[in-house]
Nanobody, 124 residues
Framework: QVHLVESGGDSVQAGGSLRLSCTAS????????MAWFRQAPGKEREWVAHIYRSNGVNYYAKSVMGRFRIFQDSTKMTVYLQMDSLKPDDTAMYYCAASRSCNGARTVMGLEYWGQGTQVTVSS
């Protein structure tokens, strides 16, 4: 079992920055995948970014490319989402997710473990 805990959500003004953290514990392989998703009110949960824990290779949704950065610490047990140039459209609950493989990391069904989420609110 893998346990994920997110933190770092807050309310900021447009153009501001936030850094979200996700700390994993339990039986998580060093070759596994970690991802960030978000869900705005009334919308489906959408993929934001994911990272291969083994080598740090990462991918981003077009809507956040160039503004967000996913990275991990040296222990590979904590994954961060650095969010810059935030927009009101970035307002959502942000979820950390993990899986043994990144094959389905862009879809909700492709991730096995989920955190409880952390709220990000961006005001104009």
């Amino acid at each position: 079992q893998v346990h994920l805990v997110e933190s770092g959500g807050d309310s900021v003004q447009a153009g501001g920055s936030l850094r979200l953290s996700c700390t994993a514990s339990g039986e998580i392989s060093s070759k596994s995948c970690m991802a960030w998703f978000r869900q705005a009110p009334g919308k489906e949960r959408e993929w934001v970014a994911h990272i291969y824990r083994s080598n740090g290779v990462n991918y981003y949704a077009k809507s956040v490319m160039g503004r967000f950065r996913i990275f991990q610490d040296s222990t590979k047990m904590t994954v961060y989402l650095q969010m810059d140039s935030l927009k009101p459209d970035d307002t959502a609950m942000y979820y950390c997710a993990a899986s043994r493989s990144c094959n389905g990391a862009r879809t909700v069904m492709g991730l096995e473990y989920w955190g409880q989420g952390t709220q990000v609110t961006v005001s104009s």
